[in-house]
């Protein structure tokens, strides 16, 4: 397992907005380890021993002034794949789910404004890491305080992790940490009705997979959704969605997330 990559990105103009002007309507904030910050088309080049992202955008995951990142250095840019390359910098990052998730949105609600998205993930961490007083628990809170400056409104947090978690102890405590986490999310935001939509893992590296996938299943909180990323297909390692999975993984958690805020008949 390497340490570093130096990974460029060729990225191209879109129209000709200026970054200044450049707001969200709608923000939403993606936080968890490497299946959230994406690794779909990311392949072990065998001759140069580096892992490296095939650069295959997907439809699903086109760029439009309509879908915002935060950036590195806290400004609005277009979004595009690889969404998390400043962030989760260590790692050589892919296809997402934040994209196609975005995109799907817009697909089914054109009226929705325009969406900004908060890249936070990072690879290969556990839900202790996260928190309240970490590091990665505070880049959250500064990132997301950042991103509501712009006038836009925070509608949701978006979750996947655990994989990492799947160790007899961790998984033991896994649910604890994982509901404490949401509900100091929610204090800290002053938001203790923020939407939550959480992936179910299906892959992990550990024994306790199981432990890990009935937290997640079982938590207990408003506001809450969950899908379940059982069927997915993975990258050569067997622990990393590929793009197409990426991809449905990114619209499972588009619906999850217009479920919650959808009026419910009776």
Same mark, same amino acid.
């Given at each position: 397992m390497f340490l570093f990559v130096i990974f460029f990105v060729l990225?191209?103009? &879109?129209? /000709?907005?200026?970054?200044?002007?450049l707001k969200p309507d709608n923000i939403f904030l993606l936080a968890g380890q490497s299946n959230m910050a994406g690794r779909g088309g990311v392949y072990n080049d065998t001759v140069a021993n580096l892992l490296k992202w095939d650069g295959l955008v997907p439809p699903q995951c086109t760029p439009t002034p309509k879908i915002l990142t935060l950036s590195l250095n806290k400004t609005w840019e277009i979004a595009r794949e690889p969404l998390h390359k400043e962030i989760d910098n260590l790692k050589t990052c892919g296809v997402g789910p934040g994209m196609p998730f975005s995109n799907q949105i817009l697909a089914e609600r054109p009226d929705f404004g325009v969406i900004g998205l908060v890249p936070c993930a990072?690879?290969?961490?556990? &839900?202790?890491?996260?928190?309240?007083?970490?590091?990665l628990y505070n880049q959250l809170m500064d990132r997301a305080r950042a991103a509501s400056q712009s006038g836009g409104r925070i509608c949701a947090l978006l979750w996947y992790q655990g994989e990492s978690d799947c160790g007899e102890q961790d998984a033991t405590l896994y649910k604890g940490r994982l509901e404490k986490f949401f509900n100091d999310v929610r204090e800290d935001l002053n938001s203790p009705y923020l939407p939550i939509n959480l992936v179910v893992i299906s892959s992990g590296e550990?024994?306790? $997979?199981? /432990?890990?996938? @009935? %937290?997640?299943?079982? &938590? *207990? $909180?408003? *506001?809450? *959704? =969950?899908? @379940?990323s059982v069927g997915s297909t993975f990258i050569a390692d067997h622990l990393h969605l590929d793009t197409r999975s990426a991809v449905r993984?990114?619209?499972?958690? %588009? @619906? =999850?997330? $217009?479920?919650?805020? /959808?009026?419910? /008949? *009776?």
């Open positions: 990225v191209t103009h &879109i129209g /000709s907005i200026m970054p200044g002007e990072i690879g290969g961490t556990k &839900i202790e890491q996260w928190q309240k007083g970490t590091i550990g024994e306790f $997979l199981t /432990s890990v996938r @009935d %937290a997640q299943l079982n &938590i *207990n $909180l408003s *506001n809450f *959704n =969950s899908v @379940d993984i990114g619209q499972k958690l %588009a @619906d =999850s997330f $217009l479920y919650i805020i /959808s009026p419910r /008949s *009776n």
